[in-house]
């Protein structure tokens, strides 16, 4: 396949840049209590190595032998190709010694660098490739002389420095900001909530009242006698949800599914800050009459009346 590459630049196979290309054990050696780590694909992230995730020790004598197979170095990229296809990690200097279960290749590039490499197998053309070069029904997997065969595009020494140096400062400037927008959030609902409560405050319109000191007092909407205001201004008016609304009703009690032959039915996840989310909707059974004793009409306000804990 011809590709418009930029000057200066070529295309090889993954084997013709590799030194070595090889999976880990397909036939892992029993687990034990202590020994050395090794690891399989649910401990390869994107761009770490995560020992926070299980993996099986092994008897030192088996990871000798493991060991020969693999020879996993500092430099080395290491790929997920069973499950999680995909997933591309340098391996760092000083890191403990491990070897791997088949759901991990590792590669040693020449004539590129590790990062360049790392960075490419995350680039959306690679991550299609090997989605459409994975065979197997209960799970997935890319064999290495498939995995072999895959084209990666190689500009000169220098520029692969320069291309990675630029990932990363705007990888960087990326999380800054990530960073800057989750505390923006909070701040927004704290914000919210002060609006609110100066609008309820009568703050808001402190000013419209002072060049409107002769309008009717609110407790004349309901022909009450006054009550104390708590603090409200003078013509404001202190009563129950009760007295202000027509009627006061809670939802439907059946139990609720994804039966869309039935009516559809708001739960606590389709009401979120004042809007209605009907993207994941559940339906309910319901006769004529058990309908219309729960329907809504516009205007009507729904309010969340239980809290919602996680563990």
Known sequence: MLKNLPDGWTSASLKEITDKLVDGS?????????GLPMLSARNIENGYINFNEEYRYIEIVDFESEDKRTRVSFGDVLLTIVGAIGRATVVPNGIQRFTLQRSVAVLTPVSVTPKFLMYQLHSPRIQTELTNKAKGTAQKGVYLNKLSQIEMDIPPLNEQKRIVAKIEALQERSQRVKTELDAIKPLLDQFRQSVLAAAFRGDLTADWRENNPDVEPAEMLLHHSPQATNGLSDTWYLTTVGDIVKSLKYGTSKKCNYDVNGIPVLRIPNIVNGTIDALDLKYADLTKEEFEKVSL??????????????P
């Open 26 to 34: 397909h036939n892992p050696p029993k687990k034990q209590d202590r």
């Open 297 to 310: 009409l516009p205007g009507d306000i729904l309010m969340i009346r239980s809290m919602v804990v996680f």
